[in-house]
C-alpha cells in the first residue's frame, strides 16, 4: 500500500491551455474524491466516485472541468482552457467502503499555476 | 446554506494545552472530522464523531454537540511538531459523501 499518488506534482500552463492530472488511490479504496484548496483555505469539495460512477459534482464547478474513473481505479480531472483563477492546488483523496470507510486519505496534491 | 466557522489562528506554549473549536451550519450532517495539515503537505486524517460526546485518541480528542452545531479539538501536552492548519470537516449526508471543510485554524506552537 503505498497511499495516494497524484501526477504530476506540479503544473505550469498558461492561460487557455488544457491540463490533465492523474489520482491513482489506495488500491482496495472504492470512493475517491477530487478537491481543490487555495492558499489559506480548506479543501473545496469537487466530486466524487463510488467505484466508476460519478456521483456528486459540485455546482461550483464549471464545465470546463471534466472527471473520470473509467475502470473504478485511478481517476482524472481535466481542466479546459484554463484560467488564472484555476490556480490552486488540486487534491484527491480516497476511502473505503467497509469499517473504518469514513476516513479520507489524501495525495499530496498537484499545484496548478495559471500564467 | 452551509458554513463552517473556525478561528483563523492560534497560538500556544510548548507543553501547554489548546482548544479549536468549530459551529457548522449544515443541510444534512452524517459525522465532524479534525484534519491536521502542515504547510505544503496533504491533509492527514486526526478524529472523526458522528455521536455527541469525547472521542479521545492519545493527546488528541475532539468533542461534538449536535444539537448545537458544535466541535472541539482538544491538544494536549503540545509539542513544537504540531504547529500545523487544523480542519473542520462535515459530511453532508443530504449529499451523500461530500465532505465541507472550514477554512483551517493555524496553530502556531512557541518554545
Known amino acids: 500500500d503505498t497511499g495516494v499518488s497524484q501526477d504530476p506534482r506540479h503544473k505550469i500552463t498558461k492561460r487557455g491551455q488544457n491540463v490533465t492530472f492523474r489520482c491513482d488511490p489506495i488500491?482496495?479504496?472504492?470512493?475517491l474524491y477530487w478537491y481543490r484548496q487555495t492558499l489559506g483555505q480548506g479543501p473545496e469539495f469537487l466530486t466524487y466516485f463510488q467505484n466508476e460512477a460519478q456521483l456528486e459534482k459540485s455546482r461550483l464547478l464549471s464545465d470546463r472541468f471534466s472527471a473520470e474513473r473509467p475502470k473504478g481505479s485511478f481517476s482524472t480531472l481535466e481542466i479546459q482552457r484554463t484560467e488564472q483563477g484555476d490556480s490552486a492546488m488540486y487534491l484527491c483523496?480516497?476511502?473505503?467502503?467497509?469499517?473504518?470507510?469514513?476516513?479520507?486519505?489524501f495525495g499530496a496534491g498537484t499545484r496548478l499555476s495559471v500564467l | 446554506g452551509q458554513n463552517i466557522d473556525q478561528p483563523t489562528e492560534m497560538t500556544a506554549t510548548e507543553g501547554a494545552i489548546v482548544q479549536i473549536n468549530c459551529t457548522y451550519q449544515?443541510?444534512?450532517?452524517?459525522?465532524l472530522f479534525w484534519y491536521q495539515q502542515h504547510a505544503g503537505e496533504a491533509p492527514t486524517f486526526l478524529s472523526y464523531?458522528?455521536?455527541?460526546g469525547l472521542e479521545e485518541k492519545g493527546r488528541f480528542s475532539s468533542f461534538l454537540s449536535r444539537s448545537k452545531g458544535y466541535s472541539y479539538l482538544l491538544l494536549k501536552e503540545l509539542q513544537m511538531k504540531d504547529s500545523a492548519s487544523y480542519l473542520c470537516?462535515?459530511?453532508?449526508?443530504?449529499?451523500?459523501?461530500?465532505?465541507?471543510f472550514g477554512a483551517g485554524t493555524r496553530l502556531f506552537v512557541k518554545a
Open positions: 449544515t443541510s444534512g450532517f452524517n459525522g
Open positions: 470537516a462535515v459530511r453532508d449526508q443530504t449529499g451523500g459523501f461530500k465532505t465541507i
Open positions: 488500491s482496495e479504496h472504492n470512493r
Open positions: 483523496a480516497s476511502s473505503s467502503q467497509g469499517p473504518g470507510g469514513n476516513i479520507q486519505y
Open positions: 464523531n458522528v455521536l455527541d
